[in-house]
C-alpha cells in the first residue's frame, strides 16, 4: 500500500480496481487541515483522464504493472490492432479506444513496449520518435520561404502537423510522439 506522500508522477497504482498510472501530482498542506494530494491520472485500460484528490490518511495499491517489447502487426477490423509480444511470440488485440492518440503513430512493423497487467496486455508506449510517409502536403509557394515558414501536412497514418514548407508528399520525416510534433526529415 502506498501513502499519499509516496505517489508520485509516472507511479502505476489501482483506483476501482483498474490500473492507472499518475501523470501529474501536487503535494498541498493547508493550515490545521491535512495534506492533500492532487492528482491527475490515466487509465491504463481505457485511455481516460481522471482528476482525483487524495487525503491525508488514504493509502492505495501499487499495480504491479510489467513491461515487454512488442511490435504492431496490423490493424483488424475498425477498432483492432494486433501487436505480437516480442519474447512470447504471442499475438493480442487492443481497441482504438483503450490505444486513442497512439494508433496516430502506428506503422506495420513499429516496435513498442507492451504494458502487462496480471499477465494480461492492456497498452503499448511508443518509441519517442518514429518515422512517417508525408502523403499529402501542399506545393511550396515561391516567396513563402520567410524565416520559420510552415505548412500542414497528412502523414500515412492520417495525422495532421506542420512542418517546414521544404517537406513534399513522399518524404519521410522523424516524428516526436510525446508531442506530435516533426523533429527533422529521415
Same mark, same amino acid.
Do not use: C
Given at each position: ?69 512488442? +511490435?504492431?502487426?496490423?490493424?483488424? *477490423?475498425?477498432?483492432?490492432? /494486433?501487436? $505480437?509480444?516480442?519474447? &512470447?511470440? @504471442? ?60 505548412? +500542414?501536412?497528412?502523414?500515412?497514418? *492520417?495525422?495532421?502537423?506542420? /512542418?517546414? $514548407?521544404?517537406?513534399? &508528399?513522399? @518524404? ?15
Amino acid at each position: 500500500m502506498l501513502s499519499i506522500s509516496e505517489i508520485k508522477t509516472g507511479r502505476n497504482i489501482i483506483l476501482n480496481n483498474e490500473p492507472f498510472s499518475v501523470v501529474y501530482h501536487e503535494h498541498s498542506k493547508m493550515g490545521r487541515a491535512g495534506a492533500v494530494l492532487r492528482t491527475k491520472l490515466k487509465n491504463l485500460t481505457t485511455g481516460a483522464m481522471v482528476e482525483k484528490t487524495f487525503q491525508g490518511a488514504e493509502t492505495v495499491e501499487e499495480a504491479n504493472i510489467t513491461q515487454s517489447p512488442a +511490435q504492431y502487426l496490423y490493424k483488424e *477490423g475498425d477498432d483492432g490492432y /494486433v501487436f $505480437m509480444d516480442m519474447e &512470447s511470440y @504471442d499475438q493480442f488485440t487492443l481497441t482504438k479506444e483503450a490505444l486513442a492518440d497512439i494508433t496516430n503513430y502506428l506503422t506495420e512493423g513499429t516496435e513498442v513496449t507492451v504494458l502487462l497487467w496480471n499477465d494480461n496486455p492492456i497498452n503499448i508506449t511508443l518509441p519517442i520518435k518514429v518515422i512517417l510517409e508525408v502523403t499529402e502536403a501542399p506545393p511550396n509557394i515561391k516567396g513563402d520561404t520567410a524565416s520559420g515558414a510552415t505548412k +500542414q501536412v497528412t502523414l500515412q497514418t *492520417g495525422l495532421v502537423i506542420t /512542418v517546414p $514548407m521544404f517537406i513534399s &508528399s513522399g @518524404d519521410k520525416i522523424l516524428i516526436n510522439t510525446e508531442r506530435g510534433e516533426y523533429v527533422s526529415k529521415a
